[in-house]
């Protein structure tokens, strides 16, 4: 056996090089031999196995960076900051624990890929993008480490994302979307309870409020279960849509900031990617 790593040494907070060190041992143990990838990936066979070590925006770099995505198989490592993906996938499974499943042949599964389109380029993602405030929470979050590894300390993720945004509130646009291929997003946030990897479709998360309701709005998505009742919210599922926006906003996929835009165009191809 042998496979392909693609390995973030800074995810994580740097939590990611241990992670790598204990599953080098496990490839080691079980004589399999593997080929870290480049920053940038090409040319590799087809159908091969990549072993993913970091979190969702590791993932999602790689997602594209690699020009057909969907030849290969990809074995996700939750050694990220909140591995949001990951729990979704394989629930309560550390890097150890899913390396030792994967060798022993468990199952893969079948995932939806979505596609955003901003400023002419599209992008690829399998868990959220975002517009407007929650992508300046994010990319703020790509700023500011150190409040991000402090919270990150005390497994309290959500409330970094919450700090952040106390940040953003006094300069950014009150306006809030969230485009899920999944319920959990950064931390314990579920802007979108009833999405799912596997239905087809990409559910949206749309808050447009008075700026002094912001992180009330945000604080009812922690650990959220259920659609949330409330006029300054709607939720739209689609296969494709086009969003237009009045002025030119931030925008993330998986926690990667993009380039802002006054437009974003969002679509899904079912069951394209394949993940453990």
């Given at each position: 056996m042998s496979l392909y790593v693609y390995f973030n040494p800074k995810a994580g907070s740097g939590r990611a090089a241990q992670r790598w060190q204990e599953v080098q041992h496990q490839l080691l143990h079980a004589h399999v031999t593997w080929v870290e990838l480049p920053e940038q990936p090409t040319d590799l066979p087809d159908a091969s196995d990549i072993l993913v070590i970091g979190g969702d925006g590791t993932f999602n770099q790689l997602l594209n960076r690699?020009?057909?995505?969907?030849?290969?198989?990809?074995i996700?490592?939750?050694?990220?900051?909140?591995?949001?993906?990951?729990?979704?996938?394989?629930?309560?499974l550390s890097c150890v624990e899913k390396t030792k499943r994967y060798l022993q042949g468990a199952a893969f599964q079948k995932v939806d890929v979505g596609?955003?389109?901003a400023?002419?380029?599209t992008y690829r993602f399998i868990n959220e993008a975002s517009v407007g405030f929650a992508a300046a929470i994010a990319r703020e979050m790509e700023r500011n480490n150190r409040c991000k590894r402090f919270f990150n300390t005390l497994h309290l993720n959500e409330l970094s994302y919450i700090a952040i945004a106390f940040r953003c509130w006094a300069k950014e646009q009150p306006y809030f979307l969230s485009l899920c291929n999944?319920?959990?997003?950064?931390?314990?946030?579920?802007?979108c309870p009833n999405a799912r990897l596997d239905d087809g479709t990409i559910t949206s998360y749309e808050l447009r409020c008075p700026r002094w309701r912001l992180h009330l709005e945000l604080c009812r998505l922690i650990?959220?279960?259920?659609?949330i009742e409330s006029p300054y919210v709607q939720y739209t599922q689609f296969a494709e849509h086009l969003f237009h926006f009045d002025h030119s906003l931030p925008i993330e996929i998986d926690g990667n900031p993009l380039s802002p835009a006054t437009e974003v165009k969002v679509g899904v191809y079912p069951h394209t990617i394949t993940l453990f």
């Open positions: 690699l020009p057909q995505p969907e030849k290969y198989r990809f996700l490592l939750p050694a990220g900051t909140s591995n949001s993906l990951c729990s979704q996938i394989s629930p309560a596609e955003l389109t400023n002419k380029t999944n319920r959990r997003i950064s931390g314990n946030l579920y802007p650990r959220n279960t259920r659609p």
